[in-house]
């Protein structure tokens, strides 16, 4: 009999163990190849620390790749709970009503965190006073260049773009090229904001041909003309990279969180980091990721994505998230520990101090339809020799006629 009782208890012991509530799966999408272990050790960390959620972080390709990917998955099982994404990207996705509300579980956070969050990286995730975004891979642009060379040349950091444009012929010769320009929306919206302009207007309209646009774009046609700069496409950023690194060119325009991609090769000078030249009133945007769920996710996923994120916004967590990405510290707790870090490299803090600077990029979903007009009259110009305001106005008209 005693036997016989332990083995029915035990069977009792065993069922109910199996009836247990499984965790809450909740599959995460980003874009960040050099960050994937990192990633998954903060995953593993937190589906260890409690037994509600288990996250599981995916590699989805690059931002762009990323973001085709996660549009063919709308409509299906297969789309992921959360995803990092790109912020023009992230504005279209919130036009479509694909992306959760999380307003409600955003009032259950604690206070001292929201307040503790540097007010421009929050409000870029709100739309019409609802949530719909966290941050988390945010980033500015910055001019990066060989300090070697403007070192030998006595060439000084930019500070107006007439500084530049002088900068940019001393360090030309017959070998290399004094910029290497890459015909990106962001970095040409980034020369606009940069001198008072905007690329869209308040009210969601495209300024393509405003006259800070046509300033730019002229400055850009006269260095490509002098032969003191060289001409990139979007998708030839690796070969702009490369070009950098290899001393074809000697200053670019890169996002600050970018710069780390150089670490993946042997550089045979020092490299700089400089702030954007900013005239009176000039801005620059910000840029990169921003973290959503999915509209499609249940109340679990949601409450559990939210938790995650949460658990990323600890100081010490975000500080190893930032020493090992260049992205922007989400929240100023994170800053005062990054103050040794930033000690050892003053370059460290140059993406920081952007902050004060930083401006929303295009808060209308359709900009990131309306980016490709805008890349193509880049093109035009610089590659075919077009006139800066013919082809802008072309831009302009096409984002008119697809509003």
């Known amino acids: 009999?005693?036997?016989?009782?332990?083995?029915?208890?035990?069977l009792l012991l065993f069922s109910l163990t199996n009836l247990s509530p499984a965790k809450t799966v909740i599959e995460y999408w980003h874009s960040h190849d050099r960050l994937e272990e990192l990633i998954q050790s903060f995953a593993d960390e937190f589906n260890a620390s409690q037994t509600d959620y288990e996250i599981t972080p995916k590699y989805a390709g690059g931002y762009f790749d990323a973001s085709t990917k996660l549009v063919a998955t709308l409509q299906t099982p297969n789309q992921p709970v959360m995803f990092d994404a790109?912020?023009?990207?992230?504005?279209?996705?919130?036009?479509q009503g694909a992306v959760a509300d999380l307003s409600d579980l955003v009032t259950e956070l604690p206070q001292d965190l929201i307040n503790d969050i540097y007010p421009m990286l929050w409000a870029q995730g709100d739309f019409e006073g609802k949530r719909y975004g966290l941050p988390l891979s945010?980033?500015?642009?910055?001019?990066?260049?060989?300090?070697t060379a403007f070192s030998q040349r006595g060439v000084s950091e930019p500070q107006t773009w007439a500084d530049?444009?002088?900068?940019a012929e001393r360090l030309t010769t017959r070998q290399t090229k004094g910029f290497i320009n890459v015909s990106a929306a962001f970095s040409f919206e980034t020369m606009v904001n940069s001198i008072g302009g905007k690329i869209i207007s308040d009210e969601g309209q495209p300024l393509f041909n405003s006259s800070e646009a046509i300033e730019v774009l002229t400055m850009l046609k006269r260095l490509s003309d002098k032969r003191y700069s060289t001409n990139h496409n979007f998708a030839e950023a690796e070969v702009a990279l490369v070009d950098f690194v290899r001393t074809?060119?000697?200053?670019?325009?890169?996002?600050f969180a970018f710069f780390t991609q150089g670490e993946r090769f042997t550089i045979a000078f020092e490299p700089g980091i400089a702030s954007i030249p900013l005239a009176e009133g000039g801005h620059v945007p910000l840029m990169e990721g921003e973290l959503l769920v999915l509209k499609s996710a249940s109340e679990a996923q949601r409450r559990g994505a939210v938790a995650f994120w949460q658990f990323l916004m600890e100081p010490e967590r975000n500080r190893a998230w930032v020493e090992a990405s260049y992205f922007l510290p989400s929240r100023r707790a994170t800053t005062t520990l990054l103050e040794g870090w930033i000690a050892e490299d003053a370059k460290r803090g140059v993406g920081i101090e952007g902050l004060e600077h930083a401006t929303l990029r295009?808060?209308?979903?359709?900009?990131?339809?309306?980016?490709?007009?805008?890349e193509e009259a880049l093109e035009k110009c610089l590659k075919g020799g077009f006139d800066p305001t013919e082809v802008l106005?072309?831009?302009?008209?096409?984002?008119e006629m697809n509003p």
């Open 362 to 374: 295009p808060r209308t979903g359709r900009y990131a339809v309306w980016q490709s007009y805008l």
């Open 1 to 10: 009999m005693i036997h016989l009782k332990t083995l029915i208890l035990s």
């Open 138 to 147: 945010a980033s500015v642009p910055v001019l990066i260049y060989n300090a």
């Open 393 to 399: 106005n072309e831009a302009q008209r096409r984002a």
């Open 248 to 255: 074809k060119g000697m200053m670019g325009i890169s996002s």
């Open 86 to 95: 790109e912020v023009t990207v992230f504005n279209y996705l919130v036009s």
């Open 164 to 167: 530049f444009e002088l900068a």
